[in-house]
Nanobody, 121 residues
Framework: QVQLVESGGGLVKAGGSLRLSCVAS????????MAWHRQAPGKQRELVAS???????NYGDSVKGRFTISRDNAKNTVYLQGNSLEPEDTAVYYC???????????????WGQGTQVTVSS
């Protein structure tokens, strides 16, 4: 099993910045995909950004250019830096982990508990 612990959420004003951290522990494989998703009340959960062990990144359209995902493999940690935050960024942000394997039956997904990000007008 993999445990994911998020931190860094809080209240910021529009135009401000915030950095979220997610530390993975347990049976963490070298090959993985980690991501940040977010969910606002009454809305579907959406992808914010993802990153692989080798550094390939992907961003949701709504945050591209404002958010940056990065990782520190030695620390099993992924970060999400958000700049120029908008009220629309207000949501619970969830860390996600999936190991990569040749067969999908050996792949497993894990979610963190989430951290609240609130951006005031």
């Amino acid at each position: 099993q993999v445990q994911l612990v998020e931190s860094g959420g809080g209240l910021v004003k529009a135009g401000g910045s915030l950095r979220l951290s997610c530390v993975a522990s347990g049976r963490v494989f070298r090959d993985y995909v980690m991501a940040w998703h977010r969910q606002a009340p009454g809305k579907q959960r959406e992808l914010v950004a993802s990153i692989t062990d080798f550094g390939s990144t992907n961003y949701g359209d709504s945050v591209k250019g404002r958010f940056t995902i990065s990782r520190d493999n030695a620390k099993n940690t992924v970060y999400l830096q958000g700049n120029s935050l908008e009220p629309e960024d207000t949501a619970v942000y969830y860390c996600y982990y999936r190991n990569r394997a040749l067969s999908s039956k050996y792949e497993f997904e894990y979610w963190g508990q989430g951290t609240q990000v609130t951006v005031s007008s």
